[in-house]
């Protein structure tokens, strides 16, 4: 399973099912469950399935603030050059955050298959 780092306060926002696009700079061909990391814990605190990678236009960004959470003075201008919305369905927080041990260089992803001190499971 691979993991995303993902910041607070969005984050939280994601897990409790407030913030449904997760908006980078890149486009991604990731379907599925993913582990939700919280960026600089070394912790996995959920799951979270990525079901569309959408790219977005200035008024789309600026009209879906209530998808991506981004207060919309802060939406006068695209964030990346090209600017996509990651499209996020059922999420899991878990009870106990499981941990890991962060690979050197990884900003984005972090494949857990090689990562985890313990299991993840999706149901957990």
Request: with cysteine; proline share 6%.
């Amino acid at each position: 399973m691979k993991g995303l780092l993902i910041k607070e306060p969005w984050i939280d926002l994601v897990l409790d099912g407030e913030k449904t696009w997760e908006i980078r700079g890149t486009n991604t061909k990731q379907r599925g469950t993913i582990g939700l990391i919280k960026s600089g814990t070394g912790h996995v605190f959920g799951t979270v399935d990525i079901v569309d990678s959408r790219p977005l236009t200035i008024e789309k960004y600026v009209n879906s603030t209530r998808l991506h959470r981004i207060p919309e003075e802060d939406c006068k201008q695209m964030p990346y050059k090209r600017t996509y919305a990651w499209v996020l369905r059922n999420p899991v927080l878990y009870d106990k955050p499981i941990p890991y041990t962060h690979p050197l260089g990884a900003v984005i992803w972090v494949d857990l298959d090689k990562a985890l001190t313990e299991e993840v499971s999706v149901s957990t």
